[in-house]
């Protein structure tokens, strides 16, 4: 179903339109809420974007919760490990309510109920984008055991995860080193909202059966969930193709993925990590630390990345927005620099013609990524292997454009050195 409204939108494609067909609008019957696209401690993002979730305001409850998660804004709670799981049944913040029109976009940044709002508002949105993608309902990899996924806004700790029936989220650091709180951090709210997925959608494995494939491929397939999740704010694309003029191949805010202040993120997805500077994937479990399985994971989002800029950029040739000889030099920038001014000034005016094209094309990107990961994720299972997991996207583009982009996964996952 999905793979014939993509073809179909493809056909008649209307230029001068924002929205395409695929695209998550749910301004008529849904509820709103004010997110904040990346950290507030960034410089551009002070001010939050109002968005809709897909479901009625009539639908949602007090925390806010609804009938797929529900906030519980603990006070003084440690975060679960081990044993304990969901519910809390400790002391509670009172709950965010909706405002007398049932919308969420009421609440005053700064306080506990904002905060609430904020975390739900967040998950709820990158879960319509990936159910849409998937073109189904993603059933919880708990179901069996809970009915609703409990998110947990604030635990005193400096880290956020993701486990059997729970998202919860620390703090990371501002530039003074000040505890600042993850629930206000869309990539690394929809970072833990993509191990749910995953966990969903592939699989666990048991403790004796994981591998360091499985953890490393969770990392990557996380980090590419929420940059794609983030390409959905309106002010992010504009802002993106404003300051780049499409060049993506340059550093921008797209490849740095959990950015907590004007001069930290977590990682770089858009880097020139190969296989060989990151521990054999088949070392076993026991002999890696977490640190190494995320490194195993960055040639893998750097070729995800790389990917979906390729993408990209064959949609800008295609509509001839950019011609050949940009294209070419554009892609040679990692290993000749001096271009780079010259590549950038060219993209500059090609951008200055045709914002709008350019706007179009990213969208379509976006949401042909989407596909295809969905896509090559539903043909995986938790006891993967790197080779699976490229072949799983080749078989995906094949259902989806009878194989438009394989020369582009071939060369992308041939430079990291990830065989397949
Ligand atoms: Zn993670």
């Known amino acids: 179903m999905r793979v014939d409204n993509y073809k179909k939108r493809n056909e008649d494609i209307c230029p001068g339109c924002e929205l395409s067909e695929l695209e998550i609008d749910f301004r008529e019957a849904g509820t709103r809420f004010r997110l904040f696209p990346q950290s507030p401690l960034l410089t551009d993002y002070q001010e939050p974007e109002t968005v809709w979730v897909s479901i009625a305001p009539w639908e949602i409850g007090p925390g806010p919760s609804d009938d797929r998660m529900y906030v519980v804004d ?40 904002f905060e609430a709002a904020h975390m739900y508002g967040t998950l709820r949105f990158v879960l319509d984008i990936w159910e849409t993608y998937f073109g189904h309902e993603i059933e919880w990899s708990f179901s069996d055991t809970f009915e609703q996924m409990e998110l947990v806004p604030w635990v005193d700790w400096d880290n956020a995860h993701a486990g059997y029936g729970f998202i919860e989220m620390g703090y990371g650091k501002d530039d003074e080193g000040h505890k600042f709180p993850y629930n206000l951090n869309f990539d690394v709210l929809a970072h833990e909202f993509g191990h749910q997925l995953l966990y969903s959608v592939i699989g666990m494995p048991t403790d004796d059966t994981a591998t360091p494939q499985f953890f490393a491929f969770h990392e990557t397939a996380s980090d590419i969930v929420a940059i794609i999740s983030l390409l959905h704010f309106n002010s992010v694309i504009d802002r993106l193709l404003e300051q780049s003029s ?161 020369v582009e996964i071939a060369e992308v996952f041939d430079w990291r050195e990830i065989e397949y």
């Open 246 to 406: 499409g060049n993506l191949y340059s550093r921008n805010e797209l490849n740095r993925v959990g950015e907590e202040s004007n001069t930290r993120q977590i990682r770089m997805a858009s880097n020139d990590i190969k296989m060989k500077n990151v521990p054999d994937p088949d070392t076993p479990l026991d002999q890696l630390t977490i640190k190494q399985l995320h490194d195993m994971s960055l040639p893998f989002t750097g070729a995800l990345f790389d990917l979906f800029v390729e993408i990209f950029q064959q949609k800008l040739l295609e509509k001839e927005l950019i011609d050949p000889e940009l294209d070419e030099l554009s892609r040679g920038l990692t290993e000749k620099m001096d271009n780079e001014q010259q590549v950038q000034e060219a993209f500059d005016s090609a951008y200055e013609a045709n914002p709008l094209g350019f706007k179009q094309a990213l969208v379509d990107a976006r949401d042909y990524t989407g596909l295809l990961l969905s896509l090559s994720w539903e043909q995986l299972s938790w006891n993967l292997t790197f080779p699976q997991i490229v072949q799983s996207l080749f078989n995906a583009d094949q259902e989806l454009s009878d194989g438009q982009y394989s």
């Open 74 to 113: 603990a006070i003084d709670k440690d975060y679960y490990d081990g044993p304990r799981l969901p519910p809390y049944n400790g002391a509670i913040n009172p709950p965010a309510i909706a405002g007398p029109d049932g919308h969420f976009d009421h609440l005053e940044i700064g306080t506990h109920e």
